[in-house]
């Protein structure tokens, strides 16, 4: 490589590096904004504002899904295994929507630490299943844990 | 170390012909593997155990997104060579590539947008994944524009090796904003170091679109490189002696 391309390729180097750098900071900056929703943990110690609409994610509590049974109101609790933060929401729940399944919720923060969501969003994970898979490993965690 | 092989590539004559060698096993394979991970994908593979048939869209979601990025990688590089070593094969392969890889983001963007939906319960969610992959969107769009606006060819190549360098930051945001920040976005599919978390008679068909992806995009890619460099060279006599024996001798000079 003759030295003025050398150079040319050193010059290109130190621009990406640069620009790299400068969108580090500013994204470290944003850390907070960018993060889509507030995991309970944050919620519990007070980091989510309030009475602003903010985003709650984590994963539904096993057994704590409770249906109204004369309306579409529903209440759950979302953990993530540290801090767990109660939603109250009124609608219809996307179809993913279980327990033990993580889940976000828009809406706002009461004064009680309680998230009243006008929208439930579904996350899911990477780790695709055939059905007949998925009820092999349950059937195969049940026999386990009976004998 | 020897640079003349890279600077064979730089040639266009020996580009045109190298390409046009290439080409059809490219398109070959690409319509062979497309067709057995399609149908299997499509038809055969099982469903999810949550989310049923609408699983089914990662086979085409999950390449048209790998490719999105690759190509943008390709331009980057493609610009560094281009403004180091001044090869015009480097311009015209960011110039030809950006339509294909600015297609290939937006397929990414709408099979997600229509996955998004019956899973997720939105079409749109502005998390880090998502909104990056809009943002490399914007930066195609603008490589595209800026190669149109400027009419110099070699300052709108260079301004287009420039846009396409600096973009490449977004990359790993997009490829690391599921770890970096919490995202409704799923994990990685795919990763070289580990096994994906599927059973093989679902990544497999996967594998195989995912390959047809990337022949499908050089056999474009080519084909497109091809016509530009005839375009541009029209007046040598190497391009004028391609297109002579192309239509079939039959024209004089």
Not at chain 2, 11 to 21: D, T, V
Not at chain 2, 27 to 36: I, K, M, S, T, W
Not at chain 2, 92 to 121: E, F, R
């Amino acid at each position: 490589m003759n030295p003025q391309r050398k150079q040319r390729l050193y010059i290109i180097i130190g621009l990406v590096a640069a620009v790299g750098a400068a969108v580090a900071l500013a994204l470290s900056a944003l850390q907070q904004n960018i993060n889509l929703f507030y995991t309970p943990t944050q919620i519990a110690n007070g980091e989510a504002p309030m009475g602003t609409r903010i985003r709650a994610g984590g994963m539904v509590e096993k057994g704590s899904l409770v249906r109204s049974s004369d309306s579409l109101q529903v209440r759950f609790v979302v953990t993530d295994f540290n801090k767990s933060v109660a939603i109250t929401y009124r609608g219809i729940l996307p179809d993913l929507f279980r327990e033990g399944q993580g889940i976000v919720a828009l809406g706002k923060v009461g004064t009680d630490g309680v998230v009243v969501a006008d929208e439930v969003l579904a996350k899911h994970d990477e780790k695709y299943m055939p059905p007949e898979v998925n009820k092999a490993l349950k059937d195969g965690k049940l026999a386990q844990a009976e004998p | 170390m020897s640079w003349t092989w890279f600077h064979k590539w730089g040639s266009p004559k020996w580009f045109y012909a190298l390409a046009g060698r290439l080409q059809p096993w490219l398109a070959l394979a690409a319509a062979l593997l497309l067709a057995v991970g399609v149908v299997w994908g499509l038809a055969f593979a099982p469903p999810d155990y949550q989310q049923g048939n609408s699983f089914r869209i990662i086979y085409i979601h999950v390449p048209a997104a790998m490719l999105a990025q690759s190509c943008y990688v390709l331009m980057a590089l493609a610009g560094v060579v281009s403004l180091v070593w001044k090869m015009k094969v480097a311009d015209i392969a960011i110039h030809c590539a950006a339509p294909v890889g600015a297609s290939m983001t937006a397929l990414a963007l709408l099979t997600g947008a229509i996955w998004g939906k019956p899973t997720w319960g939105a079409w749109w969610v502005w998390d880090a994944r998502l909104t990056s992959m809009l943002i490399l969107l914007f930066l195609y769009a603008g490589v595209i524009a800026l190669g149109n606006a400027i009419g110099n060819r070699d300052s709108a190549g260079k301004a287009c090796a420039v846009l396409s360098i600096v973009g490449v930051v977004n990359i790993p945001i997009i490829k690391y904003s599921v770890q970096w920040w919490s995202t409704l976005h799923q994990g990685a599919t795919f990763s070289l170091t580990e096994k994906p978390a599927m059973p093989a008679e679902m990544w497999l068909p996967l594998l195989f679109t995912v390959l047809g992806f990337y022949c499908l995009f050089g056999a474009v890619l080519l084909a497109r490189m091809r016509l530009a460099l005839l375009q541009r060279e029209a007046r040598s006599g190497w391009a004028q002696a391609a297109v002579r024996q192309a239509l079939g001798g039959g024209l004089a000079p």
